[in-house]
C-alpha cells in the first residue's frame, strides 16, 4: 500500500508540475478520444508470458499513448495514460492503485522526451521519427523501472526477470510502433485528427481478434487440461476395478493388463485415433470386471469347467455391462465390454449378434482377450507358444474373429519380441499403467 501511495502522490505532484510549466491540453473530445481508443486497446491486451493478474502483457495502447505524448505534450500523454487504464479494472489493487499512477507518470516522461529533441515550428519527418523514438525509449524506460520496483516490493521474483525478459519484446516493438506512430504524427501534422482515426479503426479491430483468438486458445487448454484430468480420473478407477478383481483372481490383473495394451496397438495399427485408442485401453483393463459377481469356486477352478458352469460364467459380461453402466462417463465401455464376447458369425455371447453390429472396439478386445488366453498359463493347461495362438487366431477369422483386425494383431506381433508376444506371463500392470496417462504417450 506504501508503494500504492508514494505512485499516487508522485503523479499528482508531476501533474501539478506539468500544469505550473504551462504544458497546455488539447481540446477534451482529442483527449478523449485518445483515451478511449488507448483504454479499448488496453482491455483487448494480449498475455504474453504468465496470466492476466501477475503475467506481462501486451497491446496496441502503446500507439495512441505514444502518439499524444508526442503531438499533444506530456501533461495531455499523463492524462491519456491515466484514463486508458482506468478502463481497465479487471484487478482493482494492481491496475488502479499501482498501475494507473504508473501509467500516466510513463507517459508524461514520454512526452517530456519527445519535447525535448523537438524543435518548435513546423516539423520534418525525421524530427517527428526522433521525437517518437525519444518518447517510445522513455515510456519503455521508465515502465521498466517501475514494474522492477513493484516486483520487489510485492515478491514476485528478482527485479532483473522483468527486463530480461522484456527485452526481446522491446526489441520486436520499438522498430514496429515508432515508425508507425511516426506516420501517425505525421498525418496529423500535415493533413488532420481524421487520418489518425482511420489508422485506429482497423488497428483496434485486428487487436480485438488477437485477442479473442488468445481466449479461445486458453479455453480450448482449459479443457485440455480437464479432459486429461478426466482421462487419469477413469484410469485410476479402472484400476481400482481390476485391483478388486484381482483380490479374488491372481490371473485377472495381469491378464486384463495385457488384452488393454494388445487392445490398444491393434487399435493404432489399424489407424485409428488417440480417443478410439484411449477407449479401446480403457475397455480392456475392465472387460472382465463381471467377473466380480462370480462364485470364486468358479474362477479358481482347476479343471474345465463343465457346460452349467461355462453358461455361468458366460454372464460375466453383462454383469461387467451393469456395474459400469452405473458409473458417469462409462456408458461406451459398459457397451464394449458386453459384447467382447461376441462373434463375427453370430455365434457369441450374449445376444447373439454377428459382423459389423458389434461395436469394432469390441471386436478388438475379443481377438486381444483370445490371444492372450491362449499364450497364458491356466491351472488346467499350459500357455501356447505364440507362434500356435497366431495359428488359431488365423483359423478362426470370419467366424469368430474380424479378419482386418487379426491382421492388424498380426503385424503387431510381428514386430514385437517374445516378452511382448507372453501377454500376461510377462507385463506387470502397475507397471503398464503410466503409459496411458497423458494421450500423447499412447504408443
Request: charged fraction near 20%; glycine fraction near 6%; aromatic fraction near 8%.
Amino acid at each position: 500500500m506504501l508503494w500504492a501511495a508514494g505512485l499516487a502522490v508522485t503523479a499528482v505532484v508531476v501533474a501539478a508540475l506539468l500544469l505550473g510549466a504551462g504544458f497546455a491540453l488539447p481540446e477534451w473530445w482529442i483527449l478523449l478520444g485518445l483515451a478511449l481508443v488507448a483504454g479499448i486497446a488496453e482491455r483487448q491486451s494480449v498475455a504474453l508470458l504468465g496470466d492476466r493478474q501477475r503475467g506481462i502483457e501486451m497491446s496496441v495502447s502503446f500507439l495512441p499513448t505514444v502518439f499524444t505524448a508526442v503531438a499533444f505534450g506530456p501533461l495531455a500523454a499523463f492524462v491519456v495514460g491515466a484514463l486508458s487504464n482506468l478502463a481497465d479494472f479487471r484487478s482493482p489493487y494492481l491496475r488502479w492503485a499501482v498501475y494507473t499512477p504508473a501509467r500516466a507518470l510513463t507517459w508524461a516522461a514520454a512526452g517530456l522526451a519527445a519535447g525535448l529533441v523537438s524543435t518548435a515550428g513546423h516539423w520534418t519527418f525525421t524530427e517527428i521519427l526522433v521525437a517518437s523514438l525519444a518518447a517510445a525509449l522513455a515510456c519503455l524506460a521508465v515502465d521498466t523501472v517501475i514494474n522492477m520496483t513493484t516486483q520487489a516490493i510485492r515478491g514476485w521474483g528478482a527485479p532483473l526477470r522483468y527486463p530480461r525478459t522484456m527485452l526481446p519484446f522491446y526489441l520486436i516493438a520499438v522498430p514496429l510502433y515508432v515508425p508507425a506512430v511516426s506516420l501517425l504524427v505525421y498525418g496529423y501534422v500535415e493533413y488532420s485528427l481524421a487520418v489518425v482515426a482511420m489508422f485506429f479503426i482497423p488497428l483496434l479491430a485486428l487487436q480485438r481478434v488477437v485477442h479473442l483468438y488468445q481466449e479461445q486458445r486458453t479455453a480450448a487448454e482449459s479443457l485440455a487440461e480437464v479432459n486429461r484430468q478426466l482421462e487419469r480420473a477413469n484410469l485410476s478407477f479402472a484400476a481400482a476395478l481390476v485391483a478388486t478383481l484381482d483380490a479374488r483372481d491372481r490371473y485377472t490383473a495381469g491378464h486384463s493388463a495385457a488384452v488393454a495394451r494388445y487392445s490398444r496397438d491393434i487399435a493404432k495399427r489399424m489407424g485409428l485415433g488417440e480417443d478410439d485408442q484411449q477407449l479401446v485401453y480403457l475397455s480392456g483393463l475392465v472387460h472382465d470386471i463381471g467377473k466380480i459377481g462370480l462364485p470364486a469356486g468358479l474362477l479358481e477352478k482347476p479343471g474345465a469347467l463343465t457346460l452349467d458352469e461355462r453358461r455361468q460364467m458366460q454372464d460375466h459380461s453383462e454383469i461387467g455391462e451393469r456395474i459400469l453402466s452405473k458409473v458417469e462417463d462409462y456408458a461406451d465401455i459398459a457397451r464394449i465390454v458386453r459384447h467382447h464376447h461376441e462373434r463375427v458369425d453370430g455365434h457369441g455371447y450374449p445376444d447373439g449378434i454377428e459382423g459389423s453390429e458389434i461395436p469394432l472396439l469390441s471386436r478388438i478386445i475379443a481377438v486381444a482377450d483370445a490371444y492372450d488366453a491362449m499364450t497364458s498359463d491356466r491351472p488346467y493347461r499350459e500357455a501356447m507358444p505364440s507362434r500356435v495362438a497366431r495359428l488359431r487366431l488365423a483359423q478362426s477369422v470370419e467366424s469368430q474373429f474380424d479378419t482386418t483386425i487379426v491382421a492388424a494383431f498380426e503385424a503387431v506381433l510381428a514386430g514385437a519380441d517374445e516378452t511382448y508376444r507372453s501377454g500376461g506371463r510377462d507385463l506387470d500392470f502397475s507397471q503398464d499403467l503410466p503409459a496411458i496417462r497423458q494421450p500423447a504417450e499412447v504408443a
